[in-house]
């Protein structure tokens, strides 16, 4: 998977100034999304509307654990997504909610070195009980 992430990022880098077009801000995103059961890797702009020849992703409202380093390279991105979901795991208040995460990848497509976040969709373990009884 890390090679499709490099990948996808390299055509984001080329086309970033045709995406920023449709921005609503200044960042650039990833989504892992295993939705269809298949790893999935998007990157992009958050856009208010479609951008021509390009997958969308609607990030579903709700909460979100939010982990924030800098990395060098995407090895260190993967490393540290892997330890950030262990953290939830390990956590006694939130659980996973979701099979996606969202990558903030800035670092990666910018010529200098920023911070890298990923965003983990989390529900609460008590309130998430009680919605399943």
Not at 21 to 46: I, M, Q, R
Not at 96 to 104: M, P
Not at 106 to 113: N, V
Request: net charge negative; with cysteine.
């Amino acid at each position: 998977m890390s090679d499709k992430k490099l990948q996808q990022l390299e055509v984001l880098k080329k086309d970033k100034a045709q995406l920023m077009e449709y921005a609503l801000d200044t960042h650039f995103y990833a989504v892992n999304n295993a939705s269809s059961g298949d790893p999935n890797y998007l990157v992009g702009v958050k856009a208010s509307s479609k951008c021509p020849n390009q997958e969308s992703f609607t990030v579903p409202t709700g909460s979100y654990a939010i982990f924030k380093t800098t990395v060098k390279n995407r090895i260190e991105a993967d490393q540290f997504i892997g330890a950030s979901y262990g953290e939830v795991y390990q956590s006694a208040e939130f659980q996973i909610n979701g099979n996606f995460n969202v990558e903030v990848v800035d670092d990666f497509i910018q010529d200098s070195a920023v911070e890298f976040s990923v965003w983990i969709p989390v529900a609460d373990k008590v309130q998430f009980k009680k919605n399943k009884e």
